[in-house]
């Protein structure tokens, strides 16, 4: 069965500190994406990876940074969390193809205070 | 620009009904993928069906069906005698190709719930 996993379900920080949000698959997938969910705007691409240390800047890049050492692993890094970044944060995996369909994790819910 | 938009924000039926969630897309591609997703309240986004865009075949998969209509660029999804298990947030997705890798393009969602 494949999977994707997110560290947290639930993460509460402070404005200002530094947060790593955590992606693993055990798909062998070449490409993973981190994404944002709020309210009536659907899903937002913040950076995608389609090899091992490699990344793109995806629709909402602004504010965030990424990470991937290990094909398996994709980190979403808050550099200073901001009350404006309180949001669902969802991580996917696919195949590199264009009908590839992306797998996805339960998210993570951040609360910024 | 490549976008993807669902009109219904919310749609609320009682069981047993049927319901349709639009779904209209623009791209600039001759090639591309439509797809849709559930995510149930669990969070966790689940895959339904991939059409590719040479493909204008309805699909039907038990009590899902599915209308890709090239001409209207739209792409609906029907859910036949509705039940409480339907009610999750309901998204439809365009991919688009880019150099580096295939990205997919979420549209806004719609929200139903099925009443008993």
């Known amino acids: 069965d494949v999977k994707v996993t997110q560290s947290s379900r639930y993460l509460v920080k402070r404005t200002g500190e530094k947060v790593f949000l955590e992606c693993v698959q055990d798909?062998?997938?070449?490409?993973m994406f981190w994404y944002r969910q709020d309210p009536g705007l659907g899903l937002r691409l913040i950076y995608f990876?389609?090899?091992?240390?490699?990344?793109e800047k995806g629709d909402i890049p602004e504010g965030y940074s990424v990470s991937r050492e290990k094909k398996e692993r994709f980190s979403l890094i808050l550099e200073s969390a901001s009350t404006n970044q309180t949001s669902m944060y969802l991580c996917?995996?696919?195949?590199?193809?264009?009908?590839?369909?992306?797998?996805f994790g339960p998210g993570t819910r951040l609360t910024v205070t | 620009a490549q976008k993807v938009t669902q009109a219904q924000t919310e749609i609320s039926v009682v069981e047993k009904e049927d319901v349709t969630l639009d779904c209209v897309y623009e791209?600039?591609?001759?090639?591309?993928?439509l797809f849709w997703y559930k995510q149930p309240p669990s969070g966790e986004l689940v895959f339904l069906i991939r059409?590719?865009?040479?493909?204008?075949q309805n699909e039907i998969s038990g009590r899902y069906s599915w209308n890709f209509q090239k001409s209207t660029s739209s792409f609906n999804f029907t859910i036949t005698a509705s039940q409480v298990v339907d009610s999750a947030v309901y998204f439809c997705?365009?991919?688009?190709?880019?150099?580096?890798?295939?990205?997919?393009?979420f549209g806004s969602g719609t929200r139903l719930s099925i009443r008993p």
């Open positions: 996917a995996s696919s195949l590199p193809s264009i009908f590839g369909e992306q797998y």
């Open positions: 990876s389609y090899d091992v240390k490699m990344k």
């Open positions: 059409r590719n865009s040479f493909d204008e």
């Open positions: 997705a365009l991919s688009e190709l880019r150099s580096s890798a295939s990205k997919i393009i």
């Open positions: 791209t600039r591609d001759t090639t591309y993928y």
């Open positions: 798909m062998d997938h070449e490409n």
